[in-house]
């Protein structure tokens, strides 16, 4: 998957759920990782190793907290991966 879908798909989640309580945890430990998706998805920086290997920690956090154990799968967009998840939207 392409760092630039990760992401984006870390971008929707952050606006969706930047207020639920149960992701406190993902928003707190993810400071880095939040902001430079952002640059990464607005095509403000290229990534050197280390900012790729903190992509992708946010990314597969951001899976395992919504319950995904696939990480393989290549994930379009967020709302792909809340089908797959195991959690309700409504709590």
């Keep these: 998957m392409e760092l630039k ?3 984006e798909i870390i971008i929707q989640f952050t606006e969706q759920f930047v207020d639920d309580e149960r992701f406190e945890d ?4 993810n ?6 998706s952002v640059a990464v998805f607005n ?3 290229q990534l050197n190793d ?3 290997i903190t992509l992708d920690e946010t990314f597969t956090m951001l899976l395992h907290d919504l319950g995904v154990l696939e990480s393989d799968t ?3 967009d967020l709302q ?3 089908e797959e998840s195991n959690i ?3 709590e």
């Design 26 to 29: 993902f928003f707190s430990y």
């Design 74 to 76: 290549e994930f379009e």
């Design 31 to 36: 400071d880095l990782g939040i902001p430079l």
């Design 88 to 90: 309700d939207e409504e």
């Design 43 to 45: 095509d403000l920086c």
């Design 5 to 7: 879908t990760k992401a």
């Design 80 to 82: 792909q991966i809340l």
């Design 50 to 52: 280390k900012g790729i």
